[in-house]
Antibody, heavy 119, light 106 residues
Framework: EVQLVESGGGLVKPGGSLRLSCEAS????????MSWVRQAPGKGLEWVGR??????????GYGAPVRGRFTISRDDSKTTMFLQMKRLKTEDTAVYYC??????????WGQGTLVIVSS | SYDLTQPPSVSVSPGQTASITCSGD??????ACWYQQKPGQSPVLVIY???KRPSGIPERFSGSNSGNTATLTISGTQAMDEADYYC?????????FGGGTKLTVL
């Protein structure tokens, strides 16, 4: 069974930075598209961004609210994806989920890691 | 930006059929998928490519997509199906989620 484990969440002040990690296992990581999806407390799902597989060029894409502030990267040797978040805002407070995109949808999700942006 | 609209809530009696809609401009021209999320849990993909079920998803879950509307149908709804449901599609290369629908089984 695919396993995705997020880490790195916590409390950070507005304007600060944080890096999240997603350690993946039990599937062919270097062929998979990976994404981050977030959910603010009591709210719906919001796509953060995606990283295509290295075999497909490793292109990234981001949702409008985070474009220019967040960066997704991957280390295939460690089967880990990262989300570098800079210039954080209070509205970035959310649970951040790591997902795979392999079936034309987000077919596997991690348990999520909570990021709180507050002074 | 591309928007997907879902009703905030839908109610259904046990054993009956629940239908949850998702509306977007020319939504039928792209694939839609659906997620189920129970309180305190991560979302689960229940329908992809409009009407396909991932392994392990019960047959009572089905989907369709045409025109401007995608529909998730749950036949013979059970108490365990009570959850939030989100539709999702693509706008060029970005991912768009609907606002979510709370399904109540009563």
């Amino acid at each position: 069974e695919v396993q995705l484990v997020e880490s790195g969440g916590g409390l950070v002040k507005p304007g600060g930075s944080l890096r999240l990690s997603c350690e993946a296992s039990r599937f062919t990581f270097n062929n998979a598209w990976m994404s981050w999806v977030r959910q603010a407390p009591g709210k719906g799902l919001e796509w953060v961004g995606r990283l295509k597989s290295e075999t497909e060029g490793g292109a990234t894409g981001y949702g409008a609210p985070v474009r220019g502030r967040f960066t997704i990267s991957r280390d295939d040797s460690k089967t880990t994806m990262f989300l570098q978040m800079k210039r954080l805002k209070t509205e970035d407070t959310a649970v951040y989920y790591c997902t795979t995109e392999r079936l034309g949808g987000h077919d596997h999700w991690g348990q999520g890691t909570l990021v709180i942006v507050s002074s | 930006s591309y928007d997907l609209t879902q009703p905030p809530s839908v109610s259904v009696s046990p054993g009956q059929t629940a239908s949850i809609t998702c509306s977007g401009d020319k939504l039928g021209d792209t694939y839609a998928c659906w997620y189920q999320q129970k309180p305190g849990q991560s979302p689960v993909l229940v329908i992809y490519q409009d009407s396909k079920r991932p392994s392990g998803i019960p047959e009572r879950f089905s989907g369709s997509n045409s025109g401007n509307t995608a529909t998730l149908t749950i036949s013979g709804t059970q108490a365990m199906d009570e959850a939030d449901y989100y539709c999702q599609a693509w706008d060029i290369s970005t991912v768009v989620f609907g606002g979510g629908t709370k399904l109540t089984v009563l």
